[in-house]
């Protein structure tokens, strides 16, 4: 059964400095998504990662994917409080299931 | 570890009937999250429960209602089905901030 883990789970970090957000999962995929979700608002589409090697960047926002290490990771540079929401990623399987991780709730203080 | 259950995992369905989704939260966890997600779209929160109390309300139609029993497990009853309302169905539980998703319900109006 596909599983997804994402770490941390909390994560405070001071404006200007840099982290990453972890999403290991357990089976092969199709795809891998990043999405970022404000309180009581709906998941907005960040990344869609297709294949191994895939990096992707927004802004202070960078994805990337290792298929075989089944990883990815969002890397967040010089955050500012903007960023400040609950990250998640999710996994589609092969057969189109759709799992999620618990996401990780970032904040970013001055 | 106990998970996230929904129930059904596909349903099939005709327009202008009635569907009811079902949602198992894992246990303990107090609050409840539902989300649309339609073909290629990214997933809309619909509402929340908390404590068996509506906590937030997202783009759930007028069709649709929600309630959250005294065990906690959730209900989403959609009524005068439209084709537009085939998409997957997520709920999420929750005992802080995380917020652990179930493997969905496929719901096909036709």
């Known amino acids: 059964e596909l599983k997804v883990e994402q770490n941390p789970l909390f994560l405070s970090m001071q404006e200007g400095k840099n982290y990453t957000i972890y999403c290991n999962y357990s089976?092969?995929?199709?795809?891998l998504y990043w999405y970022r979700q404000d309180p009581g608002k709906s998941l907005e589409s960040l990344f869609v990662?297709?294949?191994?090697?895939a990096v992707k960047q927004e802004g202070r926002l960078m994805a990337s994917l290792d298929t075989k290490a089944r990883l990815s990771t969002l890397h967040i540079t010089a955050a500012v409080h903007d960023l400040s929401a609950t990250y998640f990623c999710?996994?589609?399987?092969?057969?189109?299931?759709?799992?999620f991780g618990a996401g990780t709730r970032l904040t970013v203080k001055p | 570890a106990a998970g996230v259950i929904q129930s059904p995992r596909h349903l099939i369905k005709e327009k202008r009937e009635t569907a009811t989704l079902k949602c198992y939260p894992i246990?303990?966890?107090?609050?409840v999250y539902w989300y649309q997600q339609g073909p290629g779209q990214d997933p809309q929160f619909l509402i929340s429960?908390?404590?068996?109390?509506?906590?937030d309300k997202g783009s759930i139609p007028d069709r649709f209602s929600a309630q959250q029993f005294s065990d906690y497990h959730s209900e989403l009853n959609m009524s005068s089905l439209e084709l537009g309302d085939s998409a997957l169905y997520f709920c999420?539980?929750?005992?802080?901030?995380?917020?652990?998703f179930g493997p969905g319900t496929r719901l096909t109006v036709t």
């Open positions: 990662l297709l294949s191994n090697g």
């Open positions: 999420a539980s929750s005992l802080g901030v995380e917020q652990y």
């Open positions: 429960f908390y404590e068996k109390m509506q906590s």
């Open positions: 089976t092969t995929s199709d795809r």
């Open positions: 246990p303990r966890h107090d609050t």
């Open positions: 999710a996994v589609e399987s092969l057969n189109f299931d759709m799992r």
